[in-house]
């Protein structure tokens, strides 16, 4: 990796700014519903507090459109990362001002607060420069670990790094921008990427920087009747996005020309209606019939697409391949996860729906690496630079 990591700097003593992704889910209680974020941090913090650091944490919860929300309070966060510590972690209620600069003050070796959340105050998103110093203020030296939240230029993921060095990524963040590095550089052949999802227009450069990078993209969900609609293949009623037509047919016409397989499906599994209670049918052939809509890959698609995931080296997937949400349309998203988990390559998941769905199918232990940003794999394997990774110190 180019960028510093904690394991390169002296942690003793020293007053740690942390930023983490603790944006969990609440229930109205205010109870923590889904603890995994918290979780993936504890290899971080166990490795800094151990080393005697004094750690200032903090992060976003949900869109409190800038002002204090107490539904959105990370209080709670605090105290169940205290029991998973086994050691009390401090709150702050505040992320800058008096009660932060106390809290961080108070501080001693191997202890820790964690302070509001960071989108009580509009600023954060606004990446003030002020705000930014005011974070900066309270620390030493600057670590992110907020690997989800690296593609936005904000105060804790950015503008901080212009007011403290060194800046470091922290375990979590090391280990993504390893296996996703090894996606995108001298990736292991054969490489078969998987892109599903609702639109071709939210995965362009996903689909343009995968065709030049992998050997065979294989392509589901909604998505798909775009592109076979642009070959002119009925779809019936399925979603099609109608104004991407002519950019699907240049993402096919791009994939021959390099030589590549743009793979669509060959079957899939209709209904007459949107709904969890339509029956599912299988519809053999590329065509859906009128009055019908595609809401998964078929059977023959399916075993097509695993003996590709079998043969490769290297599998990167994101986007569902159907309405998994359902149970009727879920099959080919849970087949193809099961189709990646038993593929000797090294596989990357990433996007909120398909590492449910690897969750869903009980093989999430035997993907390499499951990524715990959706927003920021997705803009990592599209080719793009990530603010809050690029800000980070270079290794000297
Ligand atoms: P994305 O956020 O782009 O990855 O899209 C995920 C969403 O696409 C999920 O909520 C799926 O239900 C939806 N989706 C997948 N396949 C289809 C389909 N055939 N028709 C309608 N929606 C679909």
């Known amino acids: 990796m180019s960028k510093l990591s904690i394991r390169d700097l002296p942690l003793k003593g020293q007053r740690v700014f942390l930023r983490v992704d603790f944006n969990v889910p609440l229930d109205d209680s205010g109870a923590i519903t889904d603890e995994t974020r918290i979780r993936a941090s504890l290899p971080t913090l166990r490795y800094a507090l151990e080393r005697g650091a004094r ?36 709150f702050a209620a505040d992320c800058v001002g008096p009660e932060a600069e ?14 509001e959340n960071l989108r009580f105050h509009p600023e954060e998103e606004k990446n003030d420069a002020e705000f930014a110093r005011r974070l900066a203020a309270l620390a030493d030296v600057y670590v992110n670990d907020a690997f989800g939240s690296a593609h936005r ?30 996606a995108v550089e001298n990736p292991a052949r054969p490489y078969v ?37 642009a070959q002119g293949i009925e779809v019936g009623r399925s979603r099609v996005e109608e104004d991407k037509l002519n950019l699907a047919n240049e993402l096919l016409r791009s994939a021959a020309e390099q030589n590549k397989a743009l793979c669509l499906p060959v079957d899939h599994v ?32 399916r075993s097509r697409y695993a003996q590709e ?9 994101n986007g569902p391949m159907g309405v998994f949400e359902m149970p009727p349309f879920a099959e080919g998203t849970l087949a193809i996860a099961r189709a990646v988990a038993a593929s000797p390559a090294l596989s990357i998941v990433g996007g909120g729906d398909s590492v449910a769905a690897v ?23 599209s080719g793009m630079k990530l603010p809050g990774v690029e800000a980070l110190t270079d290794r000297p």
């Open 193 to 229: 990427a998987i892109v599903g999802g609702a639109k071709v227009s939210d995965k362009i450069d996903l689909l343009r920087n995968l065709l030049k990078l992998a050997d065979t993209v294989l392509v589901g969900g909604a998505m798909a009747y775009t592109f076979l609609k």
């Open 270 to 301: 209709v209904a007459d209606r949107f709904d969890a209670s339509a029956s599912p049918e299988i519809v053999k052939g590329a065509a859906i019939p009128a009055g019908r809509l595609g809401l998964d890959i078929g059977p023959a698609t």
């Open 153 to 182: 230029a904000h105060a804790s993921t950015e503008g901080i790094t212009h007011w403290l060095r060194p800046c470091a990524a922290g375990l979590l963040m090391e280990k993504e921008l390893e296996y996703l590095g090894k």
């Open 359 to 381: 969750n869903q199918a009980g093989v999430a232990d035997r993907i390499t690496h499951v990524s715990t940003g959706g927003g920021a794999s997705l803009e990592f394997l």
């Open 102 to 115: 106390q809290a961080g003050a108070a501080l001693s070796d191997g202890a820790a607060v964690l302070l």
């Open 309 to 317: 995931i079998a043969r490769a080296q290297t599998v990167v997937w």
């Open 55 to 90: 750690l200032i944490l903090a992060s976003h919860l949900g869109r409190p459109k800038g002002r204090p929300d107490p539904r959105m309070s990370l209080r709670p966060v605090a105290q169940r990362l205290g029991e998973l510590l086994g050691r009390p972690v401090a």
